[in-house]
């Protein structure tokens, strides 16, 4: 969920002589609109090729601003292109990635894969059972601003951390639909939060939550270094700003991000990381396997707050 846009954005990528890889987009929303189209539009590597919504007359507006085409079935959008990128309600995701990989076709992911274990353990094998390589959208997680943090902090020894993500988007606007409004910021904003202290502080072993699923949820992780991290986080708060972020304390001092409205900067390399994982067939450091391993983190966490 975010609220920054992209405008005027420019990508150049690499200086080879490909051809770009076709990209289809499933979904017509708002993310797809403010996102997933916009980014694949502005990467010389990559054209949207297709667009497929459940509402036909969304997918036509949608594929007409990146002179695409709008297609009314999904399996000829799969017939039609060389990858896909979804920007779908989770469960809707889950079943159509499956059918995609099925076909042959490269995944970029939305978070969480699912609204149910299951399900996300379902997609995770038949894509092993496929092969088709895969890619994750934690967005805070390519841009460069969090990944020099990442870098700068690897090979110390945490003591803790802590992480918030506080927003008022299910108060109303675009992003308070029906799945975020059932389930709450945990699914929602859950991901990127639980990923950054993950990625931070090492392999989560233990997570717990206390609070509320509709309001207020307060996450505390064990991790295998023995470190232990804290995360706030909520959607239902009126703010004038996002505000994002994570302190990591060690013995010498602390490292700080900032992660509000990093979606743009994150935007070319999204998407020429994508086209590079479509052309190798090799999966992203960020594929399916890390979204099962957060939705198992989410489900233990989220049978706390019952």
């Not at 497929?52 to 000829?76: G, K, N, P, Q, V």
């Not at 232990?228 to 700080?256: K, P």
Request: glycine residues 8%; charged residues 20%; contains cysteine.
């Amino acid at each position: 969920m975010t609220g920054d846009k992209l405008t005027h954005m420019a990508i150049t990528t690499s200086d080879h002589n490909e051809a770009p890889v076709r990209v289809g987009i499933v979904g017509a929303g708002p993310w797809a609109t403010l996102y997933h189209a916009p980014i694949f539009s502005a990467c010389s590597d990559t054209v949207v090729a297709g667009v497929w919504a459940r509402r036909s007359d969304a997918a036509a507006t949608l594929a007409e601003a990146h002179d695409a085409r709008a297609y009314t079935s999904f399996d000829d959008l799969l017939d039609n292109v060389d990858a896909l990128s979804f920007a779908v309600p989770p469960p809707v995701q889950a079943s159509l990635a499956e059918r995609g990989a099925r076909s042959g076709k490269a995944l970029l992911l939305e978070k969480p894969l699912a609204l149910d274990l299951e399900s996300a353990r379902s997609l995770a094998r038949v894509v092993d059972e496929t092969g088709v390589p895969t890619q994750l959208l934690l967005t805070w997680r390519y841009s460069p601003r969090v990944r020099q943090f990442l870098d700068e902090i690897t090979g110390r020894r945490a003591l803790g951390a802590q992480a918030r993500f506080m927003t008022g988007g299910l108060l109303g606007g675009p992003f308070a639909t029906p799945w975020r409004l059932e389930h709450g910021a945990l699914m929602d904003l859950g991901p990127h939060v639980i990923d950054l202290l993950d990625a931070a502080l090492g392999p989560v072993v233990d997570i717990s939550a206390r609070g509320s699923r509709s309001d207020w949820v307060n996450l505390s992780l064990r991790h295998e270094s023995g470190a232990v991290s804290q995360a706030a986080i909520t959607a239902t708060c009126a703010l004038d700003e996002v505000r994002a972020g994570a302190e990591v304390y060690f013995d010498d001092g602390v490292g700080t991000i900032d992660t509000t409205n990093l979606s743009v900067s994150a935007a070319s390399t999204v998407a020429s990381e994508f086209a590079a994982v479509v052309r190798s067939g090799r999966a992203h450091s960020l594929d399916v396997r890390r979204g099962l391993y957060l939705q198992e983190l989410l489900t233990a966490a989220a049978r706390d707050l019952r």
